[in-house]
Structure formats: C-alpha cells, structure tokens
C-alpha cells in the first residue's frame, strides 16, 4: 500500500511539472489559436538557464527567475519575430514553430554539448521524511505548492483583473476587442511571453527534479503538455490541471511497473477520454 500511495504522490508532483508546461501551452493556444510546436524549447533553455545559474551562483531563487526569464525572452523574440507576421496561416505557424524548436535545441548543444549536465536539489529544499511506511519529499512537496501557486494566480488574473477580462474578451471575439480600442497586439505578445516563461519555470524546477538536464527533455516533456492539452480541452486551464494530475499519476504507476510503456499510458489515458468526450474534459465543440 506504501508503495501505492508514494506513487501517487510522485504522480501528483510530476502533475505539477507538466501543469507549468501546459498552461503556457493552453494560454497560448486559447488567445491566440497557434498550435507552438516551440514550446518544448522555452522548457528547455529554461531549465538549462536554472542549472547554469545555480551551479555559478548556488542561488536557487536566480536559478529559478533565470528559467522564467529565458523562456520569456525567447517568447518575445519568437512571437515578434516570427509568429506575429503567420497568425492567420496555421501551416506556416507549424513549420515555423517546429524549426524554431530544432534549430534552438541544436543551438543548446554548441555550450553545453549533448551529454547530460547534473541538477542538485538545493540544501534547503533536500530533506525528506518517513511518515509511516510513506516518504516525504520536501522538493516535490515544493514542486507541488509551485504548481498550486501558478494555478491560482492565473485563476486571479482572469477572472479578477481587467486585463483578464479583455483576454477573456480576446478570446471569444478579438476584432470586437480590436475595435473598441483596445491594443490586443500587446496583449498577445505579453500571453504569448507569460505562456513561454512558464514552460521556463518549470524547466528550471525540473532539473532538481530529475537530477539532470539533457538535449532532448524539450522534445519529451512537449509530447505530454500536448497529450494533456488535448486531453483537457484545448484553452482550458482547467482542463490543463485535471489533465496534468491524469497523466502524472498514470505515468508514475506504469513507469514504475513497466518503464518502457509509460508514454503509451498517457496516450491511452488521451484516448480513453476523447472516446467519452471528443472536446476533452472541459472542451467545448466549436460550431461552424
């Protein structure tokens, strides 16, 4: 039974993990209607950015700001340099996202080369305890209180703020937004940053996580933000939340059991849902 429950604590705090990754992916998707086959690399260099950071300074709160702020720039220079000129042409925005990925993870690898490079918890985050036959991570206890933290202050921000307000507005009609004056440009560029900064942030709580970071963790942890963005509902936050703890908790266990089909648990969770509800858990069926 131990066993059991310390998976799904594990579960829970991978959840997390992906949570971060895919609600900048969901915010993305839900104002703007880009698909970003790029988000995998703000994940990426963010958590390269955290294990630098740290290993120079021992300083885990820069290391942390470090991954946000480097997912964050690379949003901006993404965004305005690129997706801002395809908006309206999904095909170019795929083949531009998914080369701004490879070229970007090819890029990582001139400084840092392809082996991986070792993540240490922090001294203060490191201690553990044994709650029965139960053991208690404080890093994942703080990796789970990082994705709570997150979750409610997007649930803040758009449903008590103006500016949620004229996102949500956005979202439903953007000309209408336009229209009355609005700058929603700006609006789109500084979701499209807020949703890349998160992908930074939990790179760069991934790498203690894990014990390393490596080239191709960008590509991985991509595939499941997708799975459970579709699985939630394409632009649901909270979609992207249920979707994450389904997905953590089904990976951990079958990871645990049988390591080599963990991601075809994921897929098989996906499936399941969308065979029930073809929008996903809290999508909602365009009309034509």
Do not use: C
């Not at 609600?23 to 086959?37: D, H, K, M, S, Y």
């Not at 500084?190 to 939990?202: P, Q």
């Not at 953590?248 to 996906?270: D, E, F, I, K």
């Amino acid at each position: 039974m131990s066993v059991v429950v310390t998976l799904i604590f594990n579960g829970l705090a991978n959840g997390a993990l992906y949570f971060l990754m895919s609600a900048g992916l969901t915010l993305i998707f839900g104002l703007l209607r880009v698909i970003n086959f790029a988000h995998g690399v703000f994940y990426l260099w963010g958590a390269y950015a955290g294990v630098f950071l740290y290993n120079e300074f021992h300083n885990f709160l820069l290391a942390i700001l470090g991954g946000v702020i480097t997912g964050a720039a690379l949003g901006l220079l993404t965004e305005r340099g690129l997706m801002a000129k395809v908006y309206q042409d999904p095909t170019r925005q795929l083949l531009l996202t998914m080369g701004v990925l490879l070229v970007l993870t090819e890029l990582l690898k001139i400084p840092f080369g392809r082996d991986p490079a070792g993540a240490t918890i922090p001294s203060m985050l490191a201690k553990s305890w044994l709650l029965g036959h139960f053991v208690l991570v404080e890093y994942q206890v703080f990796t789970l209180g990082m994705g709570i933290l997150v979750y409610v202050g997007l649930l803040l921000l758009l449903h008590r703020t103006r500016l949620g307000l004229v996102i949500r507005a956005g979202v439903a009609n953007p000309d209408l937004v336009l229209a009355r004056g609005v700058p929603i440009r700006r609006i789109f560029t500084a979701m499209f940053m807020l949703g890349a900064g998160l992908a930074g942030l939990a790179g760069a709580l991934a790498g203690p996580y894990y014990g390393s970071v490596t080239p191709d963790m960008g590509m991985n942890m991509q595939l499941n933000a997708f799975i459970i963005v579709v699985l939630g509902g394409l632009g649901s936050l909270n979609g992207s939340v249920l979707g994450s703890l389904l997905i953590g908790v089904a990976t951990a266990v079958v990871g645990y059991y049988a390591p080599s089909l963990a991601v075809l648990a994921a897929v098989l969770v996906m499936a399941m849902v969308l065979v029930v509800r073809p929008a996903g858990l809290f999508g909602e069926k365009e009309v034509a």
